[in-house]
């Protein structure tokens, strides 16, 4: 199967904001979608959905693509890859390991490497071992947009058209204004990847980039210890949760600890280095910035404050345990997990 041929065949499990988005981008190049949806999903979903984008201010539509909700309907054919978007919670429940194993037999049948769009402590090696794959074919995969459900109904700036976005089923946004970059897919196997990377590039209005494992392990575990203080704070604005002195050094300490994790290496303990109290909060301030018009703190909200905190929160208690395990004390990170704790009680 020659996978960098147009009308390559997409099989993208989970139709959410990221799995739509992603789709609405590779259907522009011209590849075959199938979204692979819950059981009973499949005759309410839409043949044409309706994507609103924040750089440019128009509604576009996607359609022309085929769902499912039966795996079991999807044995024996062949997909040139396979897109999963089940965060980590949902990947370890047990309907999560009962699908994620079905994908595997799937994958190694038709030879289709599989991109984990998920992050968490230990979410790829959860996935090897359910799977049953080889480390070679399995990519982790991160989206450059700021993407959700047009019902979220995000506080948004005035200038932005309201009556369009009532008539979108997806809202997105690049990461900040001229950056094409739209997809970043982890370049442990370039030769596996290398062909989707094409694939994706031909879209014209994105960018897909190669990221090296290391920095995909690092940037997919840091921003946590920051995330527990946006939380603590309710999710107020980067400016008023610095503020908070206390907390912020704090956090910033646990980012440390889980940075100098001895699975992180020297780069690891060099990034620890970097991110220091003045650089973390100018890194978030600037993705507040660029996330303009959406509410950089109320996106946090919906998504790290809501349907993923509990992930959020076993990553961290993870990582606490791997510290422990490698000797180090993680003082910083323990007593802000018992903060972030305190809050939810």
């Known amino acids: 199967m020659n996978q960098s041929e147009t009308n ?37 979903f839409p043949s044409t959905l309706k994507l609103y984008s924040y750089d440019d201010k128009t509604l576009n539509e996607f359609q022309g693509f085929d769902v499912s909700d039966d795996i079991n309907e999807l044995i024996g054919k062949k997909y040139s890859y396979i897109i999963t978007t089940l965060d980590g919670k949902s990947s370890r429940t047990e309907e999560g390991i009962i699908l994620l194993g079905k994908i595997g037999d799937l994958a190694r049948n038709s030879n289709s490497p599989v991109i984990m769009c ?18 070679s074919m399995l990519h982790r995969g991160v989206s450059g947009w700021t993407t959700h ?19 979108a089923d997806i809202c997105f946004k690049k990461y900040k204004e001229n950056s094409d970059k739209g997809f970043q897919i982890e370049a442990n196997n370039v030769a596996s990847i290398k062909p989707f990377v094409e694939l994706y590039n031909r879209c014209k209005i994105s960018r897909c980039i190669l990221v090296k494992p290391q920095m995909m392990n690092i940037f997919s575990t840091m921003v946590f210890p920051i995330y527990a203080a946006f939380d603590i704070m309710d999710w107020q604005k980067v400016s008023e949760v610095v503020a908070n002195k ?9 980012q440390r600890e889980v940075l100098s994790l001895p699975k992180n290496g020297f780069l690891g303990k060099a990034m620890a280095i970097i991110f220091g109290n003045l650089s973390t909060a100018y890194l978030h301030n600037s993705l507040e910035k660029n996330s303009q018009p959406i509410n950089y703190q109320e996106f946090n909200r919906f998504h790290h404050g809501g349907k993923v905190r509990p992930q959020n929160i076993e990553t961290l208690k993870l990582s606490v345990i791997e510290g422990e395990a490698s000797g180090r004390k993680m003082k910083s990170l323990k007593k802000l997990l018992e903060k972030l704790e305190e809050t939810s009680n």
Do not use: C
């Not at 739509?20 to 059981?39: D, M, Q």
């Not at 998920?118 to 480390?135: A, F, N, P, T, W």
């Not at 459900?149 to 008539?167: F, G, V, W, Y």
């Open 149 to 167: 459900q047009a019902r979220a109904e995000m506080p948004i700036h005035s200038s932005t058209d309201l009556n369009t976005i009532k008539n």
């Open 118 to 135: 998920g992050v968490g402590h230990g979410l790829r090696e959860h996935y090897l071992q359910i799977m049953k794959m080889s480390d």
């Open 8 to 44: 390559s065949n997409i099989l993208i499990v989970g139709a959410g904001a990221v799995g739509i988005t992603l789709g609405y981008h590779l259907k522009l190049a011209k590849a075959n979608i199938t979204f692979l949806v819950r059981p009973g999903k499949k005759a309410n």
């Open 246 to 254: 206390e907390l912020w050094k704090l956090a910033v300490r646990a």
